[in-house]
C-alpha cells in the first residue's frame, strides 16, 4: 500500500478535479494536496473554497509550462515545510467532445503534450503517477450488443478530444515501461454531479430549465452513456492510487447505463415539466452510440464499490446543486448556448 504525503493535482479546479480534492480534504485529513491549475474557461478558483488554507497550495498555471512543474516538485523556497511531493495525479484536460470538433490545437497540446511533460517530471523525480482516462478511448458499442468496455478492449478513438486521450494513455504506458515510472491509469464512464461545466448533457439540461431555455437533445437521443457518481470515480482514484498494481490499467463505472432521451425524460420529471418540453438539435459528427463499463478487476482486485448507484437520487442531488448554485452557473451560460447555437447544437 502506498502512502502519499503530497500529491500534486493537475487540473484540480476542473469539475472532477475540484471534486477529488475536496474528497481527499475529507477522507484523507493528513495528505497536503498543491493544485496546477491554468484556469481555462473550464476551471474555477471559488471551485476549492472551504478547503482549509494549510491543506491545499494552488498554483495557477499550465501544465505545458516545464519549468514550472520541475519547480513544484523540487520546492526550492528554503521557509517550504511541507513534504516533498510524491505523486502526481493527472486531471487536467480540455475535456469536451464538441470543443475538439471545433479546434483540436488545444486538445493536442493540453492532452498530449501536457501529458508529455509531467510524465518527464515524474520519471526525473520517481513519482508515483495516476493517470485519468475516459473510456472513450474504447470507441464505442453497438446498442443492441451485450458486450461491454475491459481493460483488454482495443483502442480506436473517435473523436479529436478522445484520441489525444487515447495518445497520452500510450504516453503513459511507454513512460511505464521504457522508464520504469511507476504510473497506473483508470478509464472511467460519464460523471455527474456539482461543479460539471454547463456545456456537459445532464448540466446543460438542468441550467436550461432554470434558465427558461427548452432542453437541447442530440438526435433522437437514443445514444447510451454509462453514468457514474463523480463520488464514486474520486474513490475508485485513490483506491487505484494507493493500492493499484503499478503499470496497471483499471476501468471505473457503476452500471448505470440510460439512452440520453431517458436522461431527459427523468430530469423534465424531476423539474416539473411536459415530457415533450424539449428540442431536438444537431448530432454530434461522429458520434459515440453506447459506452459500458466492467468493473470487474477493480471491484476484484482492489475491493472498490461505488456506493452512490441509485441514479434516480443522484439527478435529484445535481438538480438541487444547481438550483442552489445560480451564482456559480449562470456567467457561463450564455456564451456556452450562443456557441452551441452556432454549432446548431
Ligand atoms: P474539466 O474540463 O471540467 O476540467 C479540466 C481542468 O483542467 C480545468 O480546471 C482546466 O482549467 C484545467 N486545464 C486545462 N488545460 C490546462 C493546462 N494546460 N494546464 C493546467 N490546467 C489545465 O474536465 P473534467 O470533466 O473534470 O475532466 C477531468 C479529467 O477526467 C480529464 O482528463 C478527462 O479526460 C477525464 N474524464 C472525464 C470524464 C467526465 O465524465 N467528465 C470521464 C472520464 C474521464
Ligand atoms: O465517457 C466519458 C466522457 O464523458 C468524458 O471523457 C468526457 O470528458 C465527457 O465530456 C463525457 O463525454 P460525452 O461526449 O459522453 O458527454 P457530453 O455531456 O458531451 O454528452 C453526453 C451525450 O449527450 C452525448 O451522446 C451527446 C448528448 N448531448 C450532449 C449535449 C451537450 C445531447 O443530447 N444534448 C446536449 O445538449
Known sequence: VFHPQHILVTGGAGFIGANFVHWVARNEPSVHVTVIDALTYAGKRENLDG????????VHGDICDAALVESLITGSSPENTLPPIDAIIHFA??????????????FLRTNID????LLEVARRHNLRFHHISTDEVYGDLALDEPRKFTELSPYKPSSPYSASKAASDHLVR???????VRATISNCSNNYGPYQHVEKFIPRQI?????GIRPKLYGQGLAVRDWISVEDHCSAIW?????????????????????NIDVLRMILERMGQPADAFDH???????????A????????????????????????????WYAAHRDWWEPDKNATEEKYRLQGH
Open 51 to 58: 478547503i482549509d488554507a494549510d491543506r491545499l497550495t494552488f
Open 93 to 106: 484536460a480540455e475535456s469536451h467532445n464538441d470543443n475538439s470538433i471545433l479546434d483540436a490545437a488545444p
Open 114 to 117: 501536457g501529458t508529455y511533460v
Open 174 to 180: 511507454a513512460w511505464h515501461r521504457t522508464y520504469g
Open 207 to 211: 441550467t436550461n430549465i432554470l434558465a
Open 239 to 259: 483506491t487505484i492510487l494507493t493500492r493499484g498494481r503499478i503499470g496497471e490499467t483499471y476501468l471505473v463505472g457503476s452500471n448505470g447505463e440510460h439512452s
Open 281 to 291: 438539435v444537431n448530432d454530434r459528427p461522429g458520434g459515440d452510440k453506447r459506452y
Open 293 to 320: 463499463i466492467d468493473a470487474t478487476k477493480l471491484m476484484t482486485e482492489l475491493g472498490w464499490q461505488p456506493r452512490y448507484t441509485d441514479f434516480a437520487q443522484g439527478l435529484d442531488d445535481t438538480i438541487a
